[in-house]
């Protein structure tokens, strides 16, 4: 099976900082790799898809890169509802995905 | 409007049985592929079971396989998941998720656009 990893596993940030959050695979997945955001209470939310997509309806600031086995996830200037948790997805072994653990946004 | 209902949670003591439905609606529900996600407390996402949108192919997790069973209805727009032989470490919110595979070329991208509230599932005692 393939694992996925994340770091941090939270951060601290401030409104218009610039977060990046990485994701790694234990081997390679192309760009089958997906990134979603989570508030407390509530389901997932799509916002990138293979790799560097973005999802309709997502802000621009939320950006995609990387492929094989790194890939990050950028925001370019946090916005207050921004803070939540941030998981990745590979689908590369589809339908048996895989997420990662997440990486929780806080407020500094 | 895309809406996924899941309903079906509760309860239930250990080696117990529960089913868990998800409700489609705003969308040809027979066109698309799906599955169940769950997610303990404070943990991350887990993938537990895919079904297509026909019907004939499922696929489980390994933590899964053999105790839970997913179906569709796509009459009624309707998913299942029966769960039997239910374990502690079964308790999780229950999500269902639709996937929009994004194509391009010859190769397919699954994507998980739309999910449901998800139901609360608890094995105890």
């Known amino acids: 099976d393939i694992q996925m990893t994340q770091s941090p596993s939270s951060l601290s940030a401030s409104v218009g900082d610039r977060v990046t959050i990485t994701c790694r695979a234990s081997?390679?997945?192309?760009?089958?790799l997906n990134w979603f955001q989570q508030k407390p209470g509530k389901a997932p939310k799509l916002l990138i898809y293979a790799a560097s997509n973005l999802q309709s309806g997502v802000p621009s600031r939320f950006s995609g890169s990387g492929s094989g086995t790194d890939f990050t996830l950028t925001i370019s200037s946090l916005q207050p509802e921004d803070f939540a948790t941030y998981s990745c997805q590979q689908t590369f072994t589809t339908p048996r995905f895989t997420f990662g653990p997440g990486t929780k946004v806080e407020m500094k | 409007e895309v809406q996924l209902v899941e309903s079906g949670g509760g309860l239930v003591q250990p080696g117990g049985s529960l089913r868990l439905s998800c409700e489609a609606s705003g969308f040809t529900f027979s066109s698309y592929e799906m599955n169940w996600v769950r997610q303990a407390a404070g943990k991350g996402l887990e993938w537990v079971s895919y079904i297509s949108s026909g019907g004939s192919t499922m696929y489980y997790a390994d933590s899964v396989k053999g105790r839970f069973t997913i179906s569709r209805d796509n009459a009624k727009k309707s998913l299942y998941l029966q769960m039997n032989s239910l374990r502690a470490e079964d308790t999780a919110v229950y999500y269902c998720a639709r996937d929009d595979n994004f194509y391009e070329g010859s190769a397919f991208y699954p994507r998980f656009d739309s999910w449901g509230q998800g139901t609360l599932v608890t094995v105890s005692t």
């Open positions: 081997q390679s997945v192309s760009n089958y």
